[in-house]
């Protein structure tokens, strides 16, 4: 029988929302040649695959084994997205002042550490799905770092907010809006998701943050969509 744990539910929404938005970044990326549109199209494919590790074998499967190997891998590619993200805020900010290279070598090595703890709390503590909730207990060294990059997630949703007014097509305006709603409320239900770590991340405030953030996404999106005028033939 099928059962879908509750904390499952906001990484479900996730992937999807995460997929929608990496296939928008490479929609734009084809017709734009941007970057930042590749930048966005990467991180939203990595992120949609960590959600997907992270929620769809638990709904089939409670065998620790099984679940200590999909996190792993999908922890990886929450990694990548963090390394990304920094990529992402170089681009908006010091892209003119310092070198990527001086920012990248750095970064990888501290997400490197980040995932390779996070590898090290679940081969020691174990993981397991308990009354609905998925449980695990990771170092101090893992929490901190994955509140280091979050704070960059937040950060990029904040710039992205900020640059709204630099735009005056409504189609672009509503792109940024709903990036920024993303990245902001996934930032702070990931912060959320690492003060409870190995307690109960079943935490109805991570669930609601999740959520909000991930359905107004795709609301935003698909609003964009609806009111874009059809191209005459």
Known sequence: MINV??????????????????????????KLHSPLSLFFSISGFSASLAFFF?????????????????????????????????VILHYLVFKNKIPLNVLLVPVILIATIGWLSHCYGYIVNGVSVVNGSFEYQLPLIANII?????????M??????????????YRARLGLLGIGILYI????????????????????AIIVS????????IF???TARVLSPQKKR
């Open 185 to 204: 409320l996934s930032g702070l239900g990931g912060s959320l998701n690492v003060i409870l770590s190995g307690e109960s991340n079943n935490s109805p």
């Open 54 to 86: 992270y929620s769809v074998p638990l709904i089939f499967t409670t065998n620790q084994d099984v679940l200590l190997v999909v996190n792993i891998i999908g922890d990886f590619f929450l990694y990548v997205m963090f390394v990304y993200q920094v």
């Open 220 to 222: 935003v999106l698909i």
């Open 156 to 169: 990029v949703g904040i710039f992205m907010l900020l640059r709204i007014k630099q735009q005056s097509d």
């Open 210 to 217: 999740y959520i909000i953030g991930f359905t107004l996404f």
């Open 146 to 154: 994955q509140a280091l990059f979050l704070m960059v997630v937040f």
């Open 5 to 30: 744990p509750t904390s499952t539910i906001p990484w479900l929404i996730g992937s999807f929302a995460f997929l929608l938005f990496g296939l928008r970044g490479a929609s734009n990326y084809r």
